[in-house]
């Protein structure tokens, strides 16, 4: 069958899909022209995607022949999954492989900025570091304090594991809260978001971008924040109205920030990237070798289920698209 891969894989995984299948390829390290995709798409069964294509109603038209999405990310909010089910297109996604990595770059985030390694960095670099000083160059201490996590899957849970080894009280909000003995196991205590931003001294977002997440933080939960705490973002831009962030950020009403993502990606918010109190990533939380081989290989096994009609093991909309009976197929 014939498919389409719209992103740089590894060899290994490259050559799987082309033992069995026809396969394009886009392999430039930049996202697809929307005029060419839309043309290499047309004929394909098979599509495995990155989270730089919007697969929306309007590309699906075009696509007639597809039968599997396979999207390389854990999240899918490039996609649209209504309208790929309505044309019963099973979507995946590539979940648990890339937890470790992400929940490590989320603590990278919070050491570089509370700890000023960036500044520091760039500094020694250009010859300014002269003499040690007891009052020179001083962060904040990242042992002990309190980290508030938003949004508990399995990122969320894992940054909240790493935070033990830092001895940090954890806090944590989600649209379901734990049941109080996984709680005690994990050592987390839930709070309502008012509370959770107005105690924590780190505040770490891990939820998916949904309608009901986008701008979750804005100017109102921005002031909610202590003047000592950081803001760390390794999920989605949208998610922090990105213009309030800036302005709390110049106005030093929260301490800084470490943002992996951007609400207009690759773009930033002017004022972003001149102020020194932000570490700013270019959306690397799950870039280690090691993730993104298994990234590339758990998409491209659910592609292979998809094109034989079977459920790839992390379908997203297969009981929308064959009820709840189809489960097990
Ligand atoms: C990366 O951002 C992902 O969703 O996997």
Redesign the pocket.
Known sequence: MNVLVTGNLPEKVLSLLGEMHAVEFHTEDRPLERSRFVEMVGDKEGLLCM?TDRIDDDLLQHAPRLRVIA??????DNIDIEAASKRGIPVS??PGV?TDA?ADLAFALMLAVARRLVEGDLMTREGGFRFWAPMYFLGHEVSGKTLGIVGLGRIGKAVARRARGFEMEVLYHSRTRMAPEQERELELSYRDMESLLSRADFVSLHVPLTPDTHHLIGEKELAMMRESAYLIN???GPVVDEKALVRALEKRTIAGAGL??YEEEPALTPGLKELNNVVLLP?M??ATVETRSR?ALRAAENLLAGLVGKRPADCLNWDDIHGNSDRRA
């Open positions: 989270i999207n390389m990310a854990v999240g899918y996604n590539t890339l992400t390794t999920s989605r992996d993502v959306h939380g799950s990234m």
